[in-house]
């Protein structure tokens, strides 16, 4: 086996939820550059964003923790400098590190001001060896971005044109400056599209309009949500296509520049987007169009054993950061809780203390936002197809994914499902109990066989 480490980039947008890509059966919308992804590499079509809101997903994201072990706990918090990072164990391994994007983890309040123009100290970047980026900015034709580089800082500046073609292009100046380094590099695209606002280059913003959007089965057919559903899809499937096409310049590029051979891809999101399933839109709910994310691993690395195909592993967020240490056979530091799951890629590396049974969820402090959900809870989906979600002292939702993809039927109040629903609190329970997360999970007599 080639002993070349490989070169690793993260490219994910914000609140692309799993289910829209052409790959994932979508009608609406052409992703050839995913698709081709995903006909050369691994799916993790049940991959969850540990924690449905930007914040606190990418905290989990890039320290391998539960949100909840991070200092990142809600929205605008700021995750602690001190706090080791995928990009030191990276840079520990001899890589070169470099960020282009969204960062959301500084704690700014747009209560205080536009964050696009909140410039992030050098000591909360992450430890990346350079850094472009910005805290948050809801205007992709008006981004603004720093950073520091080669040659120092770099101070604010507005970017020409589209965000999500603005950092790739300079993604792909990074890529030919590492074209003949000799050390490896771990390269990370964060984009704030297809988050909301949702409107994209006139020349993927014509392709759609709001009557020709195909609805999930899920979705109400009340006028106010499905008027308000398809206006935002359209634009949302315009995003999601720009989204693709760069991907389809990072792939030729990396071909052109001879980096195609020793890199590896990993495609994802922080977050879904409801958009109108069960009459609910945005995040931070437990509905599988909030949670569930796109994951897919592909390139030419060698060490990939070329067992194509789909993985039904329950990856999170969480366990992002030590699968893509795995994966270019690195040790996974002991502050990371995530599992690694490089084995799936790599056949030199093996599953460690057997697969998870089951992910949690959280939702830790609500933000209150229109459209949100305005009280904490916590969930578990099970490798068997269960999901269970309770509020506070309170069951809340239970669904058998397998029989009800679309979460039409909630059996959580019924108890014809009693003995399931105890199976399932007393696996959250223990799940919780593992990871320090001290939630108050319901106690009702009615957990027992009537």
């Known amino acids: ?113 536009r964050a696009a123009f909140h410039v992030v100290g050098r000591e909360r970047r992450g430890g990346f060896d350079e850094w472009l980026g910005y805290d948050n900015n809801n205007s992709p034709w008006d981004c603004w971005a720093h950073g520091h580089g080669p040659r120092g800082e770099i101070p604010p500046y507005h970017l020409d044109g589209y965000e999500t073609d603005a950092f790739t292009t300079r993604l792909l ?80 590029a990396l071909a052109d520049l001879g980096l195609a051979r020793n890199t590896i891809l990993v495609f994802f999101s922080d977050h879904g987007d409801m958009h109108g399933s069960h009459g609910q839109f945005l995040k931070t709910c437990p509905w599988e169009e909030s949670i569930r994310v796109p994951c897919i691993i592909a390139g030419e690395s060698p060490y990939y054993d070329r067992r194509q195909g789909v993985c039904d592993d329950l990856v999170t967020l969480t366990d992002l950061a030590p699968t893509t240490l795995g994966l270019c056979g690195l040790e996974v530091p002991a502050t990371m809780t995530g599992y690694d799951y490089s084995f799936r890629w790599r056949p030199d590396r093996r599953p460690k203390d057997g697969l998870p049974d089951a992910a949690v969820l959280q939702c830790l402090e609500p933000t209150l936002h229109p459209d949100s959900v305005d009280r904490p809870w916590r969930g578990i989906v099970t490798r068997d197809g269960w999901k269970y979600v309770v509020l506070e002292h309170q069951p809340w939702l239970l669904f058998n994914l397998t029989d009800d993809p679309f979460e039409r039927v909630n059996l959580a109040h019924n108890s014809v499902h009693w003995q399931e629903r105890n199976r399932l609190h007393n696996l959250l329970r223990a799940q ?16 027992s066989s009537p």
């Open 432 to 447: 919780l109990d593992s990871a320090g997360d001290v939630f108050r999970l319901p106690d009702d007599p009615t957990f």
């Open 1 to 113: 086996m080639n002993s070349t480490p490989p070169n690793v980039i993260w490219i994910f947008g914000d609140q692309h939820r799993a289910q829209s890509w052409s790959g994932a059966g979508d009608p609406n919308l052409a992703t050839p550059n995913l698709d081709r992804m995903a006909a050369e590499g691994i799916v993790f079509r049940r991959a969850l964003s540990t924690y449905p809101l930007c914040c606190p997903a990418r905290a989990a994201l890039l320290t391998g923790l539960h949100p909840h072990q991070t200092t990142v706990r809600g929205h605008e918090q700021p995750l602690d400098p001190a706090q080791p990072t995928v990009a030191h164990a990276f840079r520990a391994a001899g890589y070169h590190t470099a960020w282009f994007g969204k960062w959301h983890l500084d704690g700014f309040r747009e209560s205080d001001g």
């Open 173 to 252: 100046g990074y890529l030919q400056e590492r074209k003949s380094a000799a050390a490896p590099f771990f390269a990370v695209l964060s984009l704030q599209p297809p988050h909301n606002p949702y409107a994209a280059p006139e020349e993927w913003m014509r392709r759609h309009t709001p009557a020709r959007v195909v609805l999930r089965p899920n979705v109400p057919d009340v006028p106010r949500i499905t008027d308000r559903a398809r206006r935002e899809l359209a634009g949302y499937h315009a995003m999601i296509e720009n989204l693709d096409w760069n991907v389809g310049r990072i792939r030729t």
